[in-house]
């Protein structure tokens, strides 16, 4: 079947088997390969991927064909003009990062979430990333990059610099 | 594992999926969420050879109270629930097993009717359906009824949703005044499924006497079973520990668990009766009465 999907803001035309599962029609069909697959079980949270703008999806337990028409918002998308998404800056601050498997999954569920809870306490930071799992960091130094994201997005702009 | 090949169509209405399901018959399944039947269709643990995809029946997306009822839609998702001012204020039974239900990212796919329609074991929405009195709404090409849980939950991964048909939505009868409810799980982690669970519903009269008791436990049998036993005890008494404890004794005996490495079956069976007490001194607390414990 043929599929119209909308990633990272580009639109894409493929056809598909419809057994096709989203992140490897990602990874194969678009060689988008920053969304990674860990378990492959739906247990581990390293291909979540954010569907529409604010719902993260594990893209392992989800069929390309149900994506079609749909926006999609992968690791790669977060970089805007050159310049990292504040949560990838914070992940990099915070050392929110060890090996790195992970940190896509970690990635996009915090960005749906901020989208919801724009200024989660610390709690909800774990609870939200409950079903994310890290085998490096021990987790504390990413749960203090979402919050730092999370204060600098909160922040006002700065104001405009007179020339 | 990849699933074995399916054709895909995409309802657009509710006639459109009955009109698919009744063409189809046997081989077509109803794709919600996606978070069990996509995991089992991978195993190879189901092979339908059509899937109903229902995610575009926004019509089906929808918590609304009527007739004394809270209707849950068959696209609503657990984090809908989870995240609602309506569910948290007067459905605290609901409140508990939303945010307990796999994980966070699951629970923004998984669906309460798939769930129920799933029927796992282990499952938690079955618990609290019982608990609750809920009644499910099936329609097929030809009518619409009206099914109670007890009825509903027919054996494990069966219900009484037959061939060519759609659950369409859940409904909780509104908790009337003095009512509060809790739901109890233990994990071995989160997103895993119950080693053992159980809910409780319980009303009070001015008098502190008990009006209304719903109990049920999960993963100790095929599905999950409603306490009778525990609800006669408590109709009518005034709560006290020994009523409690009398009360985790009925689930303890009810409670007919497989070992696993989740447990033992001493151990699970223990563990109902551990939950009944909790989630009956939660849902009693949540009334004002303390010292139960
Ligand atoms: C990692 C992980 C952990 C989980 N942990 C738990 C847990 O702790 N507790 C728990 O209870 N569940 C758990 N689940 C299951 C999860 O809650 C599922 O979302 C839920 O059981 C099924 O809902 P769904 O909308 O995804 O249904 P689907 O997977 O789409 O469907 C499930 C079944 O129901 C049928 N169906 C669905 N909707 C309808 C309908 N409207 N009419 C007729 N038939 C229908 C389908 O054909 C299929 O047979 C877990 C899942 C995962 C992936
Ligand atoms: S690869 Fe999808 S959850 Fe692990
Ligand atoms: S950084 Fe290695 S798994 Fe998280």
Known sequence: MNISVTVNGKPYQRDVEPRTLLVYFLREALGLTGTHVGCDTSSCGVCVVVLDGDRAVKSCTMFAAMAD???????????????????????????????????????????????????????????????????????????????????????????PVAT | MFPAPFEYHRATSIDETLALLAKHGGDARVLAGGQSLIPAMRFRLARPAVLVDINALHELSYLREEGG???????????????SALIASKYPLLADTSALVADPVVRQSGTVVGSLCHNDPAGDWGVTALAGRAQIVIRNASGTRTVAIDDFLVDS?????????????????????????????????????????????????????????????????????????????????????ELIRAAADA???????????????????????????????????????????
């Open chain 2, 157 to 241: 991964f069966t219900t009484a949703v037959g061939e060519g048909e759609l659950a369409l939505e859940v409904r909780f009868p509104t908790p009337p005044p003095r009512t509060a409810g809790s739901y109890q799980k233990i994990e071995r982690k989160v997103g895993d499924f119950a080693t053992a669970s159980a809910a409780a519903r319980i009303t009070l009269d001015a008098d502190g006497a008990i009006t209304g008791a719903g109990v049920a436990i999960g993963a100790a049998g095929p599905h999950a079973m409603r306490v009778r036993d525990a609800e006669q005890l408590l109709q009518g008494a005034k709560p006290t520990k």
């Open chain 1, 69 to 159: 028409g749909h926006e999609i918002t992968t690791v790669e998308g977060l970089v805007q003009g050159g310049k990292l998404h504040p949560l990838q800056q914070a992940f990099w601050d915070c050392h929110g990062l060890q090996c790195g498997y992970c940190t896509p999954g970690m990635l996009m569920t915090s960005y749906a979430l901020l989208k919801h809870q724009p200024n989660p306490d610390e709690p909800a930071i774990r609870e939200a990333l409950s079903g994310n799992l890290c085998r490096c960091t021990g987790y504390q130094n990413i749960v203090k990059a979402v919050q730092q994201a999370a204060a600098e997005t909160n922040a006002p702009a700065p104001e």
């Open chain 2, 69 to 83: 009822m809270l209707a849950i839609g068959a696209m609503t998702r657990d984090a809908a629930l989870e995240t």
């Open chain 2, 251 to 293: 689930a303890r005996a009810l409670a007919d668990p497989v070992a696993d490495n989740r447990g033992s079956v001493e151990f699970k069976k223990d563990m109902a009766g551990v939950l009944v007490g909790r989630a009956l001194i939660a849902a009693i607390g949540r009334l004002g009465v303390e010292g139960l414990r």
